[in-house]
């Protein structure tokens, strides 16, 4: 994690490498109308990102596209049914994993390079991509599942649903060790946060859920007023604050211990789709986010400057990543030949990232 990424989130007087930063509880946070006031290195205006590779295969919109945690595979995944996997330095696809009975709503990597996946079939498939193989298929939702996260060690599988609940798995045994009836309305999205100690969840009714991982216990709710739909939630890096998009074209930066929105991003369109964002923290401190205006938007974190709004060609783009070491940005297309696009931006990264 780079230094520009403490500046902004500690006070200057502290010295702490965010990767090594302990689980933050309530009671000891710092003051957040200071944190991100702290001066930054100088970096360009604009990250200058554009299309570098473009990743033909699939046959319908791509709903979900991770990184593997090395940043040396990709995989997609679409609601034709199929995983696909790329080797992100050649742009080439690798390989395609079926099983799955109707559209893939999302995916994601273990530290340990499992992969699972969910779909509208209310399965949750955990896959072995060396083999290219399923290796379990875990049924208890009632309904589409549409999220899943590993935990960070990679032994517990969440997974949420349009059944109002979070279903938490062993990935050991495969069995449920928790069912969370966590909403009063379909759960679009979930996260760890770093250690594994909280997870979040986001619905369509408005509220944004912090939960404790062990106890199942409900910590925190969030809500604004407009209690807009929430299409997506991401922990930041170092797990103290939750991002949040929401179906009225706005994005947030919450402090969840305090319920306090720190942050709100505008300048895209989202109204109709769960559109994921992301924290881009290899260079500049950038916030990340498709558009159904057919185009790529960038915002710097500190000052809620909306930096750069990339032209998709195109494409609607509803989900990206941010590759782990690299000014990489990977979306995929709603429609309009259902690629996969590699961005690659024209700013240094930084050293602390590369090494």
């Not at 893939?104 to 399965?123: F, M, R």
């Not at 060790?177 to 369509?204: E, M, Q, W, Y």
Request: aromatic residues 8%; glycine residues 6%.
């Amino acid at each position: 994690m780079t230094e520009q990424m403490e500046s902004v989130e500690m006070d200057c007087t502290e010295t702490i490498n965010p990767a090594e930063e302990p689980p933050v509880t309530p009671g000891n946070q710092e003051a957040d109308e200071d944190i991100f006031r702290v001066p930054l290195p100088p970096k360009p205006d604009c990250p200058g990102y554009a299309v570098k590779s473009t990743l033909s295969g699939h046959k319908s919109c791509i709903t979900s596209v991770k990184f593997r945690p090395d940043g040396q595979q990709l995989v997609s995944s679409s609601s034709d049914t199929l995983l696909m996997l790329w080797d992100v330095n050649t742009a080439k696809f690798q390989q395609s994993m079926s099983g799955h009975k109707v559209g893939i709503n999302d995916l994601t990597w273990s530290q340990g390079h499992l992969l699972a996946s969910c779909s509208d079939d209310k399965t949750v498939r955990l896959w072995d991509p060396r083999l290219g193989t399923c290796q379990k298929t875990l049924r208890g939702h009632s309904l589409q599942v549409f999220a899943c996260r590993f935990n960070p060690s990679g032994n517990l599988l969440a997974s949420c649903s349009f059944d109002e609940t979070v279903r938490l798995w062993d990935v050991r045994t495969n069995r449920a060790l928790k069912v969370v009836p966590a909403h009063h309305d379909p759960i679009t999205s979930l996260d760890f946060n770093r250690d594994g100690t909280l997870f979040a969840t986001g619905s369509f009714d408005g509220l944004i859920r912090v939960w404790d991982t062990a106890t199942c216990q409900l910590l925190k709710t969030l809500i604004d007023g407009d209690n807009a739909p929430v299409g997506h939630v991401k922990f930041s890096p170092n797990g103290r604050y939750v991002l949040a998009s929401t179906l009225n074209c706005t994005l947030k930066l919450w402090n969840f211990f305090k319920a306090k929105c720190l942050r709100s991003y505008r300048g895209h369109v989202n109204e109709a789709y769960c559109i994921n964002s992301n924290f881009s923290i290899t260079g500049g401190i950038w916030i990340v986010s498709g558009s159904e205006d057919k185009s790529l938007c960038i915002w710097k974190l500190q000052n809620k400057e909306l930096v750069q709004k990339a032209d998709t060609e195109g494409d609607q783009v509803i989900c990206t990543d941010c590759h782990p070491k690299e000014n990489v940005i990977a979306t995929g297309a709603l429609q309009n030949g259902f690629t996969v696009k590699l961005w690659k931006s024209s700013e240094e990264e930084s050293p602390a990232v590369q090494s």
